[in-house]
């Protein structure tokens, strides 16, 4: 995808974000429900977030100062307990597997696998370096840079992991001996600019930014769009976990590939909540990545935005309360966790919808 650095804060993480025009607005979305309660501030560019048990595991340093994975629990109604697991590092998102590993991707573009708590924390694929060989066919760039990678969410599958690489336009499945398969790759999709300094439509590289595991055992991924990013692009996908170089085209969906919702601006985050096809979508901002790049400069960004999914049911959660996002996990309890302040004050986040007030139809 086109992209330009446009602050010395934008390492791996923002090669997402692309050349700035000015972003139409988007359909203000209805609701705004949801109480926040901040947990933790301070944090230094926290994204990646897993919940196990009572725990939550917060991942800093995707584009700021490195910082260590911290344990959260919640002791009782009144007390806490915060305290680090591993040493400062720069991390992108985390997930534990069913066999009791804990995975990492680093923003070295390494994928890290620490087969026991406590113990080595081992590299187990240089994404990179196979993204190089694994040609991406849809790069835009100027000059082409077919290798480009961003791995940047990360999904666990039974004791393998799934990586969406958003550079590379593809969905990636790494078992634990660093074996990797290209699960699936996005073809180019022809949006409208709603820009009259633009062509009406023009070809939109997909960006992948973030995979899940759905209660049918598929994996659900999100993406950002690239150029021209115009908001309502993004797509919700539902691909088979277990397939081996599907193909993602919008107009020919297929039975290890197709979209699954649509209407959503600049995806950075998904989850489900456990056992339910409640799915939350963690938007950048409400008038896409444009906009919020514009946020560099001027050091106001827009508010994030945070979509509970019910079926065709869509409610806004802490409107205007959240910015910069990082990651969306929930709890057993139905709770949703958050972080933001990607670039400020880095912050984890509790947030209970409340009432109905559903809208904003997808």
Excluded at 75 to 95: A, E, F, M, Q, Y
Excluded at 194 to 223: C, F, H, K, R, S
Aim: charged share 20%; with cysteine; hydrophobic share 40%.
């Amino acid at each position: 995808m086109r992209h330009r650095r446009t602050t010395g804060l934008i390492t791996a993480g923002l090669v997402l974000i692309a050349t700035l025009v000015t972003a139409a607005p988007a359909a203000a979305h209805g609701g705004g429900h949801g109480k926040v309660v901040v947990l933790l501030d301070g944090l230094s560019s926290p994204k990646g977030l897993e919940i196990s048990g009572r725990s939550i595991f917060v991942a800093q340093g995707w584009a700021g100062a490195p910082g260590p994975v911290l344990e959260y629990r919640q002791i009782g109604r009144w007390h806490k307990s915060v305290r680090p697991v591993t040493d400062p590092l720069s991390l992108v998102d985390i997930v534990g597997t069913r066999d009791g590993a804990g995975w990492a991707i680093g923003t070295d573009g390494v994928l890290y696998r620490q087969a026991t708590p406590g113990g080595p924390i081992d590299p187990v694929l240089d994404i990179l370096a196979y993204q190089a060989i694994d040609i991406d066919p849809t790069d835009q760039d100027d000059p082409p840079n077919p290798g480009e990678s961003n791995p940047n969410g990360l999904a666990a599958l039974r004791s393998k992991v799934l990586i969406a690489d958003a550079a590379g336009n593809d969905l990636l499945r790494v078992s634990p001996n660093g074996k990797a398969v290209t699960v699936a790759r996005w073809t180019n999709e022809e949006i409208v600019t709603d820009d009259p300094a633009l062509p009406p439509t023009m070809l939109a590289e997909a960006v992948p930014t973030t995979v899940a595991i759905g209660p049918d055992g598929w994996a659900y991924v999100g993406q950002l769009v690239g150029f021209p990013g115009t908001p309502g692009s993004a797509h919700i996908w539902r691909v088979n976990p277990w397939a081996k170089d599907a193909v993602c085209d919008v107009n020919h969906p297929n039975r290890d590939c197709k979209v699954w919702k649509s209407g959503f601006t600049s995806i950075f985050d998904i989850a489900f909540a456990p056992h339910s096809w409640t799915l939350y979508v963690y938007e950048i901002a409400e008038d896409g990545w444009l906009a919020f790049e514009e946020g560099f400069a001027t050091g106001e960004f827009p508010p994030a935005v945070l979509l509970e999914v019910k079926g065709h049911r869509i409610r806004e959660l802490a409107r205007g309360q959240l910015s910069q996002p990082g990651g969306v996990e929930v709890g057993r309890d139905g709770q949703v966790y958050v972080t933001d302040g990607m670039f400020t004050d880095g912050r984890l986040i509790r947030i209970r919808g409340r009432g109905h007030g559903y809208g904003h139809h997808h």
